[in-house]
Nanobody, 119 residues
Framework: QVQLVESGGGLVQAGGSLRLSCEASAKIFGLNDMAWFRQAPGKQRELVASLTSSGSPNYADSVKGRFTIARDNAKKTVYLQMNSLKPEDTAAYYC?????????????WGRGTQVTVFS
């Protein structure tokens, strides 16, 4: 089956930066949209950013101007560059593929990577 593996999370001081990566095993990775979600304790999972197969990004209002989503189809990887991090960005971050669609009737999620931002 398709597998997604996130990495790059960690502990960072407010104002710092991290870059998350999500590597996919799907052979048709480049033909579908991808997205990053996050979920903090006691809160619902929320969409952070999405990226179409043609390279068009969309961002949640809370991260506009601070986060950037990008993809490398040759490496079958999607990235989330996070700058000017705030304590409220603390959450488990998950990649999702295909975003807004399906492959073999399913949508796939990674196991998540934890981001903790302290003051």
């Amino acid at each position: 089956q398709v597998q997604l593996v996130e990495s790059g999370g960690g502990l960072v001081q407010a104002g710092g930066s991290l870059r998350l990566s999500c590597e996919a095993s799907a052979k048709i990775f480049g033909l579908n949209d991808m997205a990053w979600f996050r979920q903090a304790p006691g809160k619902q999972r929320e969409l952070v950013a999405s990226l179409t197969s043609s390279g068009s990004p969309n961002y949640a209002d809370s991260v506009k101007g601070r986060f950037t989503i990008a993809r490398d189809n040759a490496k079958k990887t999607v990235y989330l560059q996070m700058n000017s991090l705030k304590p409220e960005d603390t959450a488990a971050y998950y990649c999702n593929w295909p975003y807004g669609g399906s492959w073999n009737g399913r949508t796939y999620w990674g196991r998540g990577t934890q981001v903790t931002v302290f003051s």
